[in-house]
């Protein structure tokens, strides 16, 4: 490369910084001279990113509880200054459409080119709905088949690049892990995952204390792990937060441990978990766990998704894909000790029913595109940089006709 070139990158949830994360070490590994500054969490700052405003706790849920961080308007409208004033070589977004799309209009006007990775609506089968996004994003990085289709109905040059999750999740070994932790042969581990949003613990932490009680009076062979998400580590109130549901768990006799590292080991090792929808719940699946989804937002915001918007049929990530019902979800009053007891009981109690589980989600995660989507970006990031080559060794981007050879080439079914 002659010159230096640099990219601006936005990734405002904690998930999209661990995957734009490894995406850039891909690209600082071969391409040192590269630049990059922006949005972003405590992943992409290690990863040799000079943040601009940090985003390790901007995730939100719903209406009104995004409006209480109307700082971000003024956030965002400061970066939009920015790509005016200092023109970077390229705009790399993902996820976060409400903060990234005025980023990605913004540096259309300005010529900047812009690639987006998990885009807006990525599961909508209607291209109406991503027609402003089509229309303003450079180029699409598409993770799954489906918005592949609908992004290229839409018109958008769009490539389906695979998820980069199945590049990055290590191959684990179940019974080394178990051993690691001191499972008993006869214990059961439910995976307790809160999420990685401050409401999202705030209102689902009292249903998981319910519910774990529960369960152990039901099962006492169980045993919970409490996972705290990275990017909450920080915030003194959540970390105190989680220390005391494991405190007053264990004084009640129920075994509740909480780790902040390793995540994925304890997805290997668990024989069932209980997870707020998001990106965590298809990291599950990609380890064949089985599953209960709960989701909650305040009453007034729940309110408002009602009187304003299309609720989905699905919000699970598992369901989505497979675009068909292969973990339950509990949402709002759903999410109720009542009604996810008797099903997880059913599920502990019977071998038969955890294996049909596990092969729904084995053949829902072969939709994923396979290994090598952290390679198929950086093809489209170096693209538009105007910097590759053709000698460039690296998978090229996935297209629609390929689905029976990529589905046999997932990394972890």
Request: glycine residues 6%; neutral net charge; charged residues 25%.
């Amino acid at each position: 490369m002659s010159e230096s070139k640099r990219v601006f990158v936005s990734a405002g949830e904690h998930s999209g910084n661990v995957y734009v994360a490894s995406v850039i070490k891909d690209l600082l590994g071969r391409y040192p001279e590269l630049e990059f500054e922006g949005v972003g969490g405590t992943e992409l700052g290690d990863c040799g990113v000079k943040i601009l405003h940090n985003s390790d706790q901007w995730g939100s849920i719903g209406l009104v509880e995004a409006l209480k961080r109307w700082k971000l308007v003024l956030v965002n409208h400061a970066l939009c200054t920015y790509l005016e004033e200092e023109r970077p070589d390229l705009v790399l977004l993902a996820d976060y459409p409400g903060f990234n799309m005025p980023l990605a209009r913004k540096a259309r006007s300005l010529g900047i080119p812009s690639v987006y990775l998990f885009p807006p609506r990525k599961f909508s089968r209607d291209s109406n709905s991503v027609k402003d996004a089509a229309s303003n994003i450079t180029r699409v990085a598409a993770e799954f088949e489906p918005t592949f289709e609908t992004y290229r109905q839409a018109g958008a040059r769009v490539d389906f690049v695979g998820h980069p999750m199945l590049d990055i999740l290590p191959q684990l070994s179940r019974e080394d892990l178990r051993a690691k932790y001191s499972i008993q042969s006869n214990e059961r581990v439910i995976l307790l995952m809160p999420g990685s949003r401050v409401q999202e613990l705030v209102l689902l932490l009292p249903l998981f204390r319910d519910l774990s009680i529960r369960l152990f009076n039901k099962v006492p062979s169980i045993r919970f792990h409490l996972l705290g998400a990275q990017n909450l580590r920080s915030n003194s109130k959540m970390n105190s937060e989680l220390e005391r549901f494991e405190h007053e768990q264990r004084e009640l006799g129920v075994p509740v441990s909480l780790f902040w590292e390793n995540r994925f080991e304890h997805m290997c090792i668990s024989d069932f978990a209980v997870a707020t929808s998001g990106t965590a719940t298809l990291e599950l699946a990609c380890y064949k766990v089985p599953m209960a989804i709960c989701y909650k937002v305040t009453p007034l915001t729940a309110f408002l998704a009602k009187l304003f918007s299309r609720i989905p049929r699905f919000i699970g990530l598992p369901n989505l894909l497979a675009n068909d019902s292969i973990v339950p979800e509990f949402v709002q009053q759903h999410a109720s000790v009542d009604e996810m007891a008797p099903f997880i009981e059913e599920c502990l109690l019977s071998a038969e029913k955890l294996e049909s589980i596990r092969s729904k989600l084995g053949v829902t995660i072969s939709k994923l595109g396979g290994t090598g989507a952290i390679q198929r970006v950086n093809r489209l990031i170096l693209e538009e940089l105007g910097i590759f080559e053709s000698s460039e060794k690296g998978p090229a981007p996935l297209s629609n006709d390929v689905g029976e050879k990529h589905q046999k080439e997932s990394a972890l079914t």
